[in-house]
T-cell receptor, first 118, second 116 residues
Framework: EPEVTQTPSHQVTQMGQEVILRCVPI?????FYWYRQILGQKVEFLVS????????KSEIFDDQFSVERPDGSNFTLKIRSTKLEDSAMYFC????????????????FGPGTRLTVL | AQKITQTQPGMFVQEKEAVTLDCTYD???????LFWYKQPSSGEMIFLIY??????QNATEGRYSLNFQKARKSANLVISASQLGDSAMYFC?????????????FGSGTRLQVQP
């Protein structure tokens, strides 16, 4: 069964360093997403990506963040200068084009990357 | 704005019994989708069940069913015959497509512990 994969599973970095989190979405999916979950808290949306551009972003996704689909299979999230509060689990997700009027576009989540900023 | 509320931070259930996890939502849009995800201790997010606002029947997927009460804006997850492997965090989420947003809005989650 196809699945979303993410690397690395755990990333430890020093405050102020740049990190790149990598994701390989399911191959026939068109929409890609990044979410984050600070330990013990709810899952929060960061950004969605469609047709090689950002289609939607939250207020969390500021200028420190960027996304890219460099080679047609990988989908990356870059944090330019990490802060302590960026420590969280980062989930990549992908979905097919939405169907119907009730919003059923099941998003398949990857296993997550746990980012620890020291 | 959309909002999802899960009022039960933690729940306990005996193995083989049924349990209901509460979820209420707030949207003024008539078209929306509701999702439940399971997050075991390993951290991954596993899709469980979906309910569309126009669906005539409550969704069911194996031991999971959704008690959808539109007038009350609730979409409670019912797990029948609980198993030890059901111990996990459970998140309710919503999407409102007419807004053009594809992002899911999640609730704060309920931690379910199944006791032998």
């Amino acid at each position: 069964e196809p699945e979303v994969t993410q690397t690395p599973s755990h990333q430890v970095t020093q405050m102020g360093q740049e990190v790149i989190l990598r994701c390989v979405p399911i191959s026939n999916h068109l929409y890609f997403y990044w979410y984050r979950q600070i330990l013990g808290q709810k899952v929060e949306f960061l950004v969605s990506f469609y047709n090689n551009e950002i289609s939607e972003k939250s207020e969390i996704f500021d200028d420190q963040f960027s996304v890219e689909r460099p080679d047609g299979s990988n989908f990356t999230l870059k944090i330019r200068s990490t802060k302590l509060e960026d420590s969280a689990m980062y989930f990549c997700a992908s979905s097919e084009a939405g169907r119907g009027t009730s919003g059923n576009n099941e998003q398949f989540f990857g296993p997550g990357t746990r980012l620890t900023v020291l | 704005a959309q909002k999802i509320t899960q009022t039960q931070p933690g729940m306990f259930v005996q193995e083989k019994e049924a349990v209901t996890l509460d979820c209420t939502y707030d949207t003024s849009d008539p078209s929306y989708g509701l999702f439940w995800y399971k997050q075991p201790s390993s951290g991954e997010m596993i899709f469980l069940i979906y309910q569309g606002s126009y669906d005539q029947q409550n969704a069911t997927e194996g031991r999971y069913s959704l008690n959808f009460q539109k007038a009350r804006k609730s979409a409670n997850l019912v797990i029948s015959a609980s198993q030890l492997g059901d111990s996990a965090m459970y998140f309710c989420a919503m999407r409102v497509p007419s807004t053009g947003r594809r992002a899911l809005t999640f609730g704060s989650g309920t931690r379910l512990q199944v006791q032998p």
